[in-house]
Protein backbone atom coordinates (compact mmCIF):
# COMPACT_ATOMS: atom_id res chain seq x y z
CA UNK A 1 0.00 0.00 0.00
CA UNK A 2 1.29 3.50 -0.78
CA UNK A 3 1.56 5.93 1.95
CA UNK A 4 -0.61 9.26 1.86
CA UNK A 5 2.13 11.65 0.41
CA UNK A 6 2.46 9.16 -2.61
CA UNK A 7 -1.68 9.62 -2.84
CA UNK A 8 -1.34 13.28 -3.12
CA UNK A 9 1.46 12.95 -5.30
CA UNK A 10 -0.51 10.99 -7.87
CA UNK A 11 -3.79 12.87 -7.55
CA UNK A 12 -0.72 15.91 -8.46
CA UNK A 13 0.62 14.17 -11.34
CA UNK A 14 -3.20 13.27 -12.10
CA UNK A 15 -4.14 16.91 -12.34
CA UNK A 16 -1.45 18.05 -14.39
CA UNK A 17 -1.61 15.64 -16.86
CA UNK A 18 -5.25 16.40 -17.25
CA UNK A 19 -3.65 19.56 -17.83
CA UNK A 20 -1.83 18.54 -20.68
CA UNK A 21 1.83 17.51 -18.96
CA UNK A 22 2.64 14.20 -20.93
CA UNK A 23 5.61 13.69 -18.66
CA UNK A 24 3.27 13.70 -15.48
CA UNK A 25 1.07 11.14 -17.67
CA UNK A 26 4.13 8.86 -18.11
CA UNK A 27 4.68 8.79 -14.32
CA UNK A 28 1.40 8.44 -13.43
CA UNK A 29 0.73 5.35 -15.43
CA UNK A 30 4.10 4.13 -14.03
CA UNK A 31 3.03 4.14 -10.42
CA UNK A 32 -0.04 2.91 -11.01
CA UNK A 33 -0.07 0.37 -13.26
CA UNK A 34 0.87 -2.75 -10.99
CA UNK A 35 -2.23 -2.38 -8.87
CA UNK A 36 -4.39 -1.87 -12.18
CA UNK A 37 -2.83 -5.25 -13.61
CA UNK A 38 -3.22 -6.95 -10.39
CA UNK A 39 -6.81 -5.71 -9.67
CA UNK A 40 -7.90 -6.48 -13.06
CA UNK A 41 -5.86 -9.86 -12.99
CA UNK A 42 -8.37 -10.91 -9.91
CA UNK A 43 -11.14 -9.73 -11.19
CA UNK A 44 -10.91 -10.13 -14.81
CA UNK A 45 -10.64 -13.20 -17.61
CA UNK A 46 -6.79 -14.07 -17.31
CA UNK A 47 -6.50 -14.06 -20.87
CA UNK A 48 -7.27 -10.47 -21.28
CA UNK A 49 -5.78 -9.01 -18.24
CA UNK A 50 -3.45 -6.54 -20.64
CA UNK A 51 -6.75 -5.54 -22.81
CA UNK A 52 -8.09 -4.77 -19.57
CA UNK A 53 -6.01 -2.41 -18.18
CA UNK A 54 -4.93 -1.02 -21.53
CA UNK A 55 -9.51 -0.08 -21.36
CA UNK A 56 -8.61 0.92 -17.75
CA UNK A 57 -6.30 3.34 -18.74
CA UNK A 58 -8.01 4.91 -22.12
CA UNK A 59 -10.99 5.45 -20.14
CA UNK A 60 -9.01 7.28 -17.39
CA UNK A 61 -7.14 9.17 -19.44
CA UNK A 62 -10.43 9.94 -21.90
CA UNK A 63 -12.03 11.27 -18.81
CA UNK A 64 -9.06 12.86 -16.36
CA UNK A 65 -9.61 16.24 -17.57
CA UNK A 66 -12.92 15.59 -14.99
CA UNK A 67 -10.69 14.49 -12.52
CA UNK A 68 -11.18 17.32 -9.74
CA UNK A 69 -8.43 15.72 -6.79
CA UNK A 70 -11.39 15.40 -4.20
CA UNK A 71 -10.65 11.62 -3.61
CA UNK A 72 -6.84 10.39 -4.09
CA UNK A 73 -6.32 9.50 -7.49
CA UNK A 74 -5.78 5.73 -6.93
CA UNK A 75 -9.39 5.20 -5.74
CA UNK A 76 -10.77 7.09 -8.76
CA UNK A 77 -9.14 4.88 -11.27
CA UNK A 78 -9.46 1.36 -9.08
CA UNK A 79 -13.06 2.33 -9.55
CA UNK A 80 -12.75 2.77 -13.51
CA UNK A 81 -10.67 -0.55 -12.96
CA UNK A 82 -13.56 -2.60 -11.47
CA UNK A 83 -16.40 -0.91 -13.78
CA UNK A 84 -14.41 -2.18 -17.11
CA UNK A 85 -13.63 -5.66 -15.18
CA UNK A 86 -17.33 -6.11 -14.87
CA UNK A 87 -18.40 -4.78 -18.07
CA UNK A 88 -16.19 -7.54 -19.83
CA UNK A 89 -18.18 -10.22 -17.52
CA UNK A 90 -21.17 -8.71 -18.58
CA UNK A 91 -19.79 -8.79 -22.35
CA UNK A 92 -18.81 -12.37 -21.87
CA UNK A 93 -21.58 -13.88 -20.13
CA UNK A 94 -23.99 -11.74 -23.23
CA UNK A 95 -21.83 -13.07 -25.75
CA UNK A 96 -21.37 -16.93 -24.45
CA UNK A 97 -25.48 -16.74 -24.32
CA UNK A 98 -25.78 -15.88 -27.50
CA UNK A 99 -23.52 -18.47 -28.85
CA UNK A 100 -25.28 -21.13 -26.77
CA UNK A 101 -21.90 -22.77 -25.29
CA UNK A 102 -21.97 -22.95 -21.83
CA UNK A 103 -18.18 -24.02 -20.58
CA UNK A 104 -18.30 -27.03 -17.98
CA UNK A 105 -15.75 -28.40 -15.90
CA UNK A 106 -15.88 -31.79 -15.87
CA UNK A 107 -12.90 -34.50 -14.71
CA UNK A 108 -12.31 -37.71 -16.94
CA UNK A 109 -11.77 -41.18 -15.54
CA UNK A 110 -8.30 -41.65 -16.69
CA UNK A 111 -7.22 -37.99 -15.22
CA UNK A 112 -5.34 -37.81 -12.11
CA UNK A 113 -5.93 -35.33 -9.43
CA UNK A 114 -2.74 -33.37 -8.05
CA UNK A 115 -2.45 -34.32 -4.97
CA UNK A 116 0.48 -32.15 -4.19
CA UNK A 117 -1.46 -30.37 -1.34
CA UNK A 118 -1.11 -26.91 -3.31
CA UNK A 119 -4.36 -24.55 -3.43
CA UNK A 120 -4.18 -22.00 -6.35
CA UNK A 121 -5.56 -18.85 -4.54
CA UNK A 122 -6.41 -17.12 -7.59
CA UNK A 123 -8.30 -19.59 -8.70
CA UNK A 124 -10.31 -19.93 -5.48
CA UNK A 125 -10.51 -16.33 -4.95
CA UNK A 126 -12.06 -16.39 -8.72
CA UNK A 127 -14.88 -18.37 -7.71
CA UNK A 128 -15.88 -15.61 -5.22
CA UNK A 129 -18.91 -13.58 -5.48
CA UNK A 130 -18.00 -10.67 -7.42
CA UNK A 131 -18.85 -8.27 -4.93
CA UNK A 132 -16.91 -10.35 -2.32
CA UNK A 133 -13.96 -10.76 -4.39
CA UNK A 134 -13.78 -7.32 -5.15
CA UNK A 135 -13.81 -6.31 -1.58
CA UNK A 136 -11.28 -9.27 -0.61
CA UNK A 137 -9.17 -8.07 -3.25
CA UNK A 138 -9.01 -4.51 -2.58
CA UNK A 139 -8.32 -4.92 1.04
CA UNK A 140 -6.01 -7.92 1.48
CA UNK A 141 -4.41 -8.26 -1.63
CA UNK A 142 -4.01 -4.67 -2.56
CA UNK A 143 -3.85 -3.69 0.67
CA UNK A 144 -6.75 -0.61 0.79
CA UNK A 145 -7.71 0.26 3.75
CA UNK A 146 -11.80 -0.98 4.74
CA UNK A 147 -12.69 3.07 3.96
CA UNK A 148 -10.75 2.99 0.97
CA UNK A 149 -12.25 -0.07 -0.25
CA UNK A 150 -15.70 1.06 0.41
CA UNK A 151 -15.11 4.61 -1.78
CA UNK A 152 -13.74 2.31 -4.78
CA UNK A 153 -17.18 0.38 -4.36
CA UNK A 154 -19.54 2.58 -3.82
CA UNK A 155 -20.41 1.60 -0.17
CA UNK A 156 -21.18 1.56 3.38
CA UNK A 157 -17.68 0.72 4.90
CA UNK A 158 -19.85 -2.03 6.85
CA UNK A 159 -20.68 -3.74 4.02
CA UNK A 160 -17.46 -3.91 2.88
CA UNK A 161 -16.06 -5.36 6.26
CA UNK A 162 -19.06 -7.95 5.65
CA UNK A 163 -18.12 -8.69 2.17
CA UNK A 164 -14.53 -9.68 3.32
CA UNK A 165 -15.43 -12.16 6.55
CA UNK A 166 -17.34 -14.12 4.13
CA UNK A 167 -15.09 -13.91 1.57
CA UNK A 168 -12.72 -15.37 4.20
CA UNK A 169 -15.11 -18.00 4.93
CA UNK A 170 -15.66 -18.81 1.56
CA UNK A 171 -12.20 -19.16 0.64
CA UNK A 172 -10.97 -21.35 3.71
CA UNK A 173 -14.54 -23.61 2.78
CA UNK A 174 -13.46 -23.82 -0.75
CA UNK A 175 -9.32 -24.86 0.19
CA UNK A 176 -10.83 -27.57 2.52
CA UNK A 177 -12.95 -29.12 -0.44
CA UNK A 178 -10.32 -28.63 -2.44
CA UNK A 179 -8.14 -30.78 -0.11
CA UNK A 180 -10.52 -32.86 0.16
CA UNK A 181 -10.16 -33.87 -3.89
Given amino acids: MQECSAMDEMSRLALAGGAGDHVALRRLVSATQPQVWQLCT ?14 TYLRA ?5 S ?7 IHWLLRIARRVCADDIRRRTRTRRALGSFA ?6 TEVPDRSGDVDLDLLVRRLDPERRDAFVLTQVLGLRYDEAAEVCDCAIGTIRSRVARARAE ?6 DADAV
Avoid: H, K, N
Fill in 67 to 73: YRGDAPF
Fill in 104 to 109: VLARTA
Fill in 171 to 176: LVRLAR
Fill in 42 to 55: YLGSGDDVDDLVQE
Fill in 61 to 65: LRSLA
